[in-house]
């Protein structure tokens, strides 16, 4: 069973097509690129995939249930990283673990455990009774992807996780996305960084609604004769 099957996945408001028919298939344990400039359609096929937006037409499944009908089991089953980090500012960084493992459904014993394990791994041990407000940008970047995962998903979305950070917190983010995918987590990203897609094993590429490509990196540069991932982006924008 394929972690995220879609086929034909389509979103209207009114006459306006935000997701138009795109159909793909993200293997377990991928590192899968949804690219695409602001307005893309990006957010909105994400948040249809993870059973936060009804589709209009077509079909999705992830982690094996059907987004239209086991819209809570889809959630139940996932991680979800939001564009703005799903944090609570006025609490502290211990408080927010031990809140986001409580709606995971974990126990106490498993809470504490995990809390003690991630603060460790993170190197935040010492910043364990500050208020998010008061951590760096890229601190509470990475603490919301760690919290995603708390309680071990199969699948975690990440809907622009690298926003306003700099370049050295980006990679800093990624080797913890690389550290997931190793062990076996697939992980769905959505950037409008070019760059970042050569961080993928696959990319898709959204232009107004659509699929225009999706390939490795490798691949699609060869595809289009670019040096770069944003030489091939460009090119298809321009193309539209």
Not at 218 to 227: D, I, M, P, V, Y
Request: overall charge neutral; some cysteine; proline content about 3%.
């Amino acid at each position: 069973m394929q972690p995220i099957v879609t086929n034909a996945l389509t979103k209207k408001f009114g006459s306006f097509i935000a997701t138009n028919a795109i159909t793909f298939e993200v293997k377990q344990g991928e590192i899968f690129g949804f690219l695409g400039a602001n307005g893309a359609g990006k957010t909105t096929a994400m948040r249809m995939l993870c059973g936060l937006l009804r589709p209009s037409s077509g079909t999705a499944k992830v982690a094996g249930y059907d987004v239209y009908t086991q819209a809570d089991k889809v959630k139940q089953n996932i991680g979800y990283m939001s564009q703005r980090f799903s944090l609570y500012e006025d609490l502290k960084v211990k408080e927010n673990i031990r809140f986001y493992g409580g709606i995971y459904g974990l126990r106490n014993g498993e809470i504490k455990e995990k809390t003690e394990r991630l603060l460790q791994k993170l190197g935040m041990e010492a910043e364990a009774d500050q208020l998010v407000s008061a951590l760096p940008l890229g601190w509470k970047q990475k603490l919301a992807f760690s919290v995603a995962i708390l309680h071990d998903p199969s699948i975690v979305f990440l809907d622009e996780p690298t926003g306003g950070v700099d370049p050295v917190t980006r990679r800093q983010f990624w080797d913890l996305i690389y550290e997931a995918a190793n062990r076996g987590v697939t992980v769905f990203v959505t950037t409008h960084y070019m760059d970042e897609a050569e961080y993928c094993d696959r990319v898709s590429i959204m232009v107004d609604g659509r699929i225009q490509a999706l390939d490795t990196p490798r691949q699609l540069k060869a595809q289009f004769g670019a040096e770069s991932m944003d030489d091939v982006f460009l090119q298809l924008a321009r193309g539209k």
